[in-house]
């Protein structure tokens, strides 16, 4: 009976958090269909609610926003909307940082989660992995006086929470694994295998 119970708990405790994770991103993309007239949501136009609708307006809206951002009329119009929002005190300083982050995190030519580390914390005797985020620059770096390595320390089993650090480089080692294998790891307390990242010969 003990066997068949913990069996079942494996089975059943990935599959109900992946439908509560899914429902919780469904529900709140949904609330995206309140961006549309009364008159046109769909439960005026059906008679009832459909769940996801409110998933395929959000890559709607993501999409088009991509598509007018990309032309030159589009970015002008974003940098005008840009200039606007730096003259608000408070939503320049949230604008400006979160735009910072985002650009970063998504550029292509960035550092920013690219690599996979091994640094020491939280004393010297004990490891954890972390995720190269950039370079101290300017001032910090010169008071740091050797080259160092800007990381994000990710906390188990939530790793959207962590620590920001900066190690030398000399104390910091290169995995050849994949981010989001790191990820799994990270979030499994361990549990989950990391694979060595495949390369293209």
């Known amino acids: 009976m003990k066997r068949y119970f913990l069996t079942g708990i494996v089975v059943l405790i990935p599959l109900v958090i992946t439908a509560w994770v899914l429902q919780l991103i469904v529900s709140t993309l949904d609330q995206t269909l309140f961006l549309l007239p009364p008159a046109l949501r769909p439960e005026a136009l059906l008679g009832t609610h459909i769940p996801g609708l409110g998933v395929l307006l959000a890559l709607l809206i993501v999409l088009v926003t991509g598509a007018v951002a990309a032309n030159l009329l589009g970015r002008r119009l974003l940098l005008l909307g840009e200039e606007l929002l ?19 995190v998504f ?26 985020t950039g370079f101290p620059q300017g001032e910090v770096a010169q008071r740091l006086g050797e080259p160092h390595v800007s990381v994000y320390v990710p906390t188990t089993p939530n790793p959207t929470s962590g620590f920001f650090l900066m190690v030398p480089r000399r104390d910091v080692i290169e995995l050849e694994i994949a981010v989001d294998d790191a990820l799994k790891h990270i979030i499994s307390m361990g549990v989950v295998e990391i694979a060595e990242k495949k390369t293209i010969p």
């Open 86 to 104: 730096a003259r608000i005190p408070i939503v320049s300083s949230i604008y400006t940082g979160v735009k910072q982050v985002s650009d970063t």
């Open 107 to 132: 550029s292509g030519s960035g550092h920013a989660f690219r690599k996979v580390l091994l640094v020491r914390y939280p004393h010297g005797n004990s490891w954890t992995l972390a995720f190269q």
